[in-house]
């Protein structure tokens, strides 16, 4: 999943640690005094950024280290390819970002903390200066994490905690390849630099369906791409299904569960109410893997450990306007810098116009 960097403090790098914390004190105080989040909050997000920065070291570098074992050396010599081809073929940011490696010692970079009330579906939203208002908070530390989902469960909150392997800080810093994503596939590595670099590319603050959206389109579009430049068969098909089927049964349960919180209940039906549509969600999980998957149950994890609201918060943010996005990039005959001219003019729009644009792109 690729997610927005949730502070920067400039797009220069940065000489010394004391020039960090003296950029931070503004953004500190923005912070504060629109009630946004905590100087300590910030704090460790300062901190987490720049352990990720001062870890960096060139692809390049990395690749001729004597010391670098024989797979990671092919993985980045791969993902430099990939890099290549989005700058010279895609036309997306042509920077430092993704030439860059680091290894964290973690199997996730950033953990996120979704919650909502009991009975809603709206998140609880955090703003912040540059990337506006998410549907998350992030903390480099799990035990961080953990701790924040706890006091918040202690208040009655539905939360979820999610690890995450990657994220972009929208072109403010050189955003590096990070140890956290070597353990995935080739292409899944090409498709991350694909969708981050056209967060870079392009940005709209607080509107997380569009930007999540046109950076999938580009994702998916430059992977058909990448795949016929390197002479491969079509993409696996089978598990792109089996995902929009997956995601349409959870979209379905969410709207659901939408119109019993508009219900005129007492607590305790609502709350049956919500178990039950949570069992009718496994039920029919198991009914779509025995008609259409075989039996085979890529998603049983997800399904089986605890759901609540919060859980369901990150579906359809990635995905809802990829046709309109797909029906832009046709109407400008595929050519991805009049594609991005479109892109950005869509993004100007006020919110309501550019809904209302979207929508009519998708009939």
């Known amino acids: 999943m690729a997610l927005m960097g949730l502070f920067s403090v400039g797009r220069e790098n ?20 629109s009630g946004c989040s905590t100087l300590g909050y910030y704090g460790q997000l300062a901190d987490g950024q720049w352990q990720l920065l001062r870890g960096r070291q060139p692809v390049a570098a990395v690749i ?32 430092r970002s993704y030439r860059l490696y680091v290894d964290i010692h973690r199997p996730s970079v950033v953990w996120n903390v979704f919650a909502t009330a009991e009975f809603s579906l709206s998140p609880q939203t955090h703003c912040f200066p540059i990337a506006g208002c998410v549907a998350y908070r992030g903390y480099y ?3 961080a994490a953990r701790g924040a989902a706890a006091l918040q469960r202690q208040q ?19 955003d590096p390849i990070i140890s ?14 694909f969708h981050e670099l056209a967060h870079q590319n392009f940005y ?5 369906e569009f930007n999540e959206s046109y950076a999938t389109f580009v994702e998916q579009e430059g992977t058909r791409q990448w795949r016929v430049a390197l002479g491969l068969a079509p993409g696996n098909g089978e598990l792109t299904q089996q995902m929009d089927q997956f995601t349409q049964l959870v979209l379905e349960t969410r709207e659901r569960l939408q119109r019993l919180y508009a219900e005129p209940l007492e607590a305790h039906a609502m709350r049956a109410g919500k178990a039950a549509e949570f069992a009718r969600l496994r039920e029919q999980y198991e009914v779509l893997k025995a008609s259409k998957w075989g039996g085979r149950g890529r998603f049983d994890a997800w399904v089986y450990s605890p759901l609540n609201n919060a859980k369901l918060l990150p579906f359809g943010l990635y995905d809802q306007y990829v046709p309109a996005f797909a029906q832009l990039f046709s109407q400008v005959g595929g050519d991805w810098p009049q594609f991005y001219a479109q892109v950005r003019r869509l993004g100007g729009l006020p919110m309501a116009e550019r809904k ?7 009939r």
Request: with cysteine; hydrophobic share 40%; glycine share 8%.
């Open 14 to 33: 940065l000489g010394s640690l004391d020039r960090f914390f003296r950029s931070m004190v503004p953004l500190c105080l923005i912070g504060v005094l």
């Open 156 to 174: 009655g909150m539905d939360v979820y905690v999610s690890g995450v392997e990657a994220y972009s800080t929208l072109g403010w810093f050189d």
């Open 141 to 143: 530390r799990q035990g």
């Open 356 to 362: 209302t644009a979207l929508q009519k792109l998708m």
């Open 180 to 193: 956290s994503m070597m353990t995935w596939g080739d292409e899944r590595l090409a498709t991350l630099i």
């Open 64 to 95: 001729a280290d004597p010391h670098t074992t024989e797979q990671l050396r092919t993985r980045l010599e791969r993902s430099q390819a990939a890099r290549d081809f989005a700058s010279q073929h895609l036309h997306l940011p042509d920077n």
């Open 204 to 208: 709209v603050k607080n509107d997380t």
